[in-house]
Nanobody, 124 residues
């Protein structure tokens, strides 16, 4: 069983920045991908970013390209989501997830373990 602990959410003004962290424990992650999803009020859960743990290859949804960066710390089994130039539309609960060998990386159905979520609120 994989346990995920998310942190770093909060309230920020439009144009500001936040960095989310997700620390994983319980097993090795050498063959896993880790990703971030978000769910805004009245909307379905949506893919944000993911990283192939083995290769470091990253994936982003179009709306965050150039603003968000996903990265990893192998020694700490931790992934980060650096969010810059935040917009009110980025307001959502952000969830960290782990999947074993996903094929597409952008589908929530490919992820097996989920964190509890951290709230990000961007004011105008």
């Amino acid at each position: 069983q994989v346990q995920l602990v998310e942190s770093g959410g909060g309230l920020v003004q439009a144009g500001g920045s936040l960095r989310l962290s997700c620390a994983a424990s319980g097993r090795t992650f050498s063959s896993y991908a880790m990703g971030w999803f978000r769910q805004a009020p009245g909307k379905v859960r949506a893919f944000v970013a993911a990283i192939n743990w083995s290769t470091g290859t990253t994936y982003y949804t179009d709306s965050v390209k150039g603003r968000f960066t996903i990265s990893r710390d192998n020694a700490k089994n931790t992934v980060y989501l650096q969010m810059n130039s935040l917009k009110p539309d980025d307001t959502a609960v952000y969830y960290c997830a782990v999947g074993q060998g996903p094929r597409w990386f952008t589908s929530g159905s490919e992820y097996d373990y989920w964190g509890q979520g951290t709230q990000v609120t961007v004011s105008s």
